[in-house]
């Protein structure tokens, strides 16, 4: 597991309880009891075993919803080939538990097929883009602040490593480095 990675699974994030929840113990800490209905921000990595057993759903707060994604897409599709619009705090979690939360639901019906499909689209082009940009602006010699500030931290480590990686493999195939 990456530094980001974890730092990510770290995070807190707000749930909402779909049953009652007894004090836990996890990892030396009590956390709980928790009634249905009732919300609270936990570590990402627990909100995820408490969802994947049952207990509790993401907080809308920590989603996406379909007409977002499309602004947000939207945005980035009218960014230009070299530039980044912002993307909302979180954003890459969010995306990946609103996928996970559609791909789930999406056998329940036609729509729900539908709307996860349409989702599913829209953050392959935004990523996609997004990855195109970076891969650019870690090809430059030098990149402005503002542009680095436009950065994801997940696209700022993204990017950290391209550089990295580009700059080694330029300077073997132009013989300098001393490697």
């Known amino acids: 597991m990456s530094l980001d990675e ?6 807190l994030v707000r749930v909402t309880f779909t049953k009652d ?9 009590e956390i709980g009891p928790f009634s249905k209905g009732g919300e609270a921000r936990l570590r ?38 070299k530039q980044l619009s ?5 954003f890459y979690a969010k995306l990946k538990g609103t996928l996970s939360l559609l791909r789930a639901e999406a056998s329940s019906s036609v729509s729900k097929a539908a709307e996860y499909e349409k989702a599913s689209t829209l953050a ?4 996609d883009s997004r990855v ?16 680095l500030r436009a950065l994801s931290p997940e696209e700022r480590s993204l990017y950290e490593s391209l550089r990295k990686a580009i700059g080694s493999w330029r300077n073997r195939a132009l013989g300098e480095g001393g490697e």
């Not at 929840?21 to 800490?29: D, M, T």
């Not at 392959?124 to 990523?127: A, D, G, M, S």
């Not at 195109?132 to 542009?147: G, N, Q």
């Open 6 to 11: 974890l730092l990510e699974q770290n995070q």
């Open 21 to 29: 929840v007894p004090k836990l113990l996890v990892c030396g800490e």
């Open 44 to 81: 990402r990595w627990v909100a995820e075993e408490l969802i994947r057993c049952g207990y509790a759903e993401l907080h809308r707060d920590e989603l996406i919803d379909l007409v977002e994604l499309q602004k947000i897409s939207w945005r980035e599709s009218i960014a230009g080939a």
């Open 86 to 90: 912002t993307l909302p705090e979180g």
């Open 124 to 127: 392959r082009n935004v990523v």
């Open 132 to 147: 195109r940009k970076i891969a650019h602006l870690a090809t430059l010699e030098s990149v402005s602040l503002e542009v």
